[in-house]
């Protein structure tokens, strides 16, 4: 059988992002055993592990993994692991509460439960002052969908700056670029995503 490369993240329950991960490769037929899914669910979704799942892969790769604090995540590996910095994906509330990230933005339908995990995760510190937040509801042909904004104190602009870019009727490299420093990304590491993200257009997109 095939191998393929699988990502485990360990989250932090104070914060719910990763403060441990560990790359591996297993047949994904034996992997989608030990989670009882389709093989093809594993390209599609990521997982939150039951213990008897996490105790499966641990004797599959015959690794004993600590008692986890929080929760445990399995993933497939995607473009963003192989950049050659740290994605603040997953990462957001972390890196802004040590300094490291003055923005950062979510959207997803009203309902939606990942939503309200990450305003849960946030709450305290915006209760305390630590963090802003700003909500922006607004509605996409049937869905009722809603942004929402945390800033670091001092950094209020970025909000403003943030609508008047997602304003803007067409996409382009140069507003990537002024995202991704929004979102407090260096200009090396923006120029780095946006070429990944031509190259890859490159390869998808069909010869005329």
Known sequence: ????????????????CSVHEMRFEAPMEAVAAILDVATPELTEHLFYLEKSELDGLSSMLALRFSEPDGDVVLTRSQLIDSAPYLVHTNFELALMLDGRKPFAMFLDEESSGILKEVRAYFQPYVDSGAIIERVAPFVQDKFRLVHILYVLPNEEWRFDAYAELMSERRWTDESEYRLGRLLGYTEEQCQWWITQKRETRNVTEPKA
């Open 1 to 16: 059988m095939a191998m393929e490369t699988f990502l485990l993240k360990f989250l932090s329950p104070e914060t719910g």
